[in-house]
């Protein structure tokens, strides 16, 4: 299994660093897993954070980072903490109104539980039988969407095998019955991506070339299973980045010698071009009222180069950072920008956080960022 570890390690060190962008709050009742981070639209919740055993939680509201644990008295020094008991036992987690829903390792298999938000009164739903893979984990309605990745094993030996099993399950968080909406793909490497949902559509990324590691959109309607190829075999790759914002689906393609990105709508079906570049799209932050688009230059070293997509259809270059001052945003809220970050003194294998700055300050150039701690 050594290739697919180095393959995946890779992929899933690219999509921390530079993943999909949030350009706004998910939509009310909604939330979104996606290495190691719950988009919900109150805050973030962290799971990547330094190793202090413990999951932590910023507010948007009040702008405070914390241990996730909203128990009276909680000194978040035991399994008892909710915080602690996540960091442990817990692959993924969502937000769907008063309840946090979550998935748990439990006398080896994994069930889906719910608990209150301060994470007490914690009830299980029912066992769910598949490994979530490194994919969007979607939280709507009283739903978990998830790509899942199931590896063989020799009952005789315990080997593992190099294929593995994949598929997309849609998993019911009142009854804890599962259902599989795509054909399940045995392949070397992961079959399946989950890009995002804008109402009843289910954008997705399904493996169509194992030797070329080719990647190929889909888009399912979620009432009917309804499938559509609106970009047609043009080839994608599951460590590229990417940012959903409603209908609208931006993400790189690759098309002759280089990669590009492209804005789809998935309704309509319709795309245009908005950046073309050897390299593609390291980062892409796509909302209502800013869009960013980053890339990365190494002709003289490491350079992240940012730029904002205007409404004349121009890509204008906001800021350059170097390796030493590496920024990357994740969510864009309001006045603010929540990123990971590490820079100056900080060791980036020890120390690489969460961060926020000023909007206009990033958009500015300015490199005055302020650590999440508490």
């Known amino acids: 299994m050594r290739g697919k570890r180095i ?3 890779a992929g899933v060190c690219m999509l921390a660093l530079f993943g999909c962008g949030k350009g706004k709050k998910e939509e ?6 996606f290495i190691g981070k719950c988009y919900t639209e109150d805050g973030i919740v962290n799971f990547r954070s330094t190793p202090n055993g413990k999951v932590d939680y910023f507010d948007y509201k009040t702008g405070t980072y914390r241990p996730l644990c909203g128990a009276p008295n909680c000194l978040h020094d035991g399994e008892d903490c909710f915080s602690i008991y996540l960091k442990k036992y817990v692959s993924l987690i969502g ?5 946090w829903y979550y998935q748990k390792a439990s006398d080896g298999s994994s069930v889906f539980c719910y608990s209150d938000l301060d994470g007490q009164n914690e009830k299980e739903i029912g066992i769910c039988s598949h490994q979530n893979a490194l994919s969007a984990d979607l939280f709507f309605d009283h739903f978990c969407i998830l790509a899942t990745e199931d590896y063989f094993v020799d009952e005789e030996t315990g080997e593992i095998s190099e294929n593995s099993k994949s598929g997309i399950y849609r998993y019911d968080l009142e009854t804890g019955k599962e259902e599989l909406l795509v054909p399940e793909l045995e392949s070397l490497h992961m079959g399946y991506s989950v890009y995002g949902r804008y109402g009843n559509l289910l954008a997705y990324l399904e ?11 889909r ?33 790189n393609i690759w098309e002759g010698d280089f990669w590009k990105v492209i804005e789809l709508n ?10 073309k570049d050897q390299k593609g799209a390291t980062r892409i932050i796509w909302g209502p009222d800013l869009k960013l688009l980053e890339t990365l230059d190494t002709e003289q070293g490491y350079c992240w180069k940012t730029y904002q997509y205007t409404e004349q259809g121009e890509c204008v270059l906001l800021r350059e950072d170097w390796e030493e001052h590496l920024f990357a945003p994740l969510v864009i809220q309001e006045d603010r920008i929540i990123g990971f970050y590490h820079g100056g003194d900080w060791d980036m294998y020890t120390d ?9 300050d990033y958009l500015a150039g300015k490199n005055d960022f302020t650590r999440l701690q508490y």
Do not use: Q
């Open 219 to 251: 888009v399912m309607d979620l009432e009917n299973g309804n499938i559509t190829k609106p970009l047609g075999d043009m080839r994608l790759w599951i460590a590229a980045s990417y940012a959903m914002d409603g209908e609208l689906l931006v993400c």
């Open 266 to 275: 998935v309704e309509s079906g319709e795309w245009r071009e908005i950046l």
């Open 207 to 217: 493996l169509t070339d194992e030797k070329e590691l080719k990647y190929e959109l």
């Open 7 to 9: 393959w995946v390690l």
């Open 352 to 360: 690489f956080d969460m961060a926020v700055i000023g909007r206009e």
């Open 28 to 33: 009310t009742g909604s939330s979104t897993m």
């Open 95 to 99: 937000r769907l109104g008063d309840k």
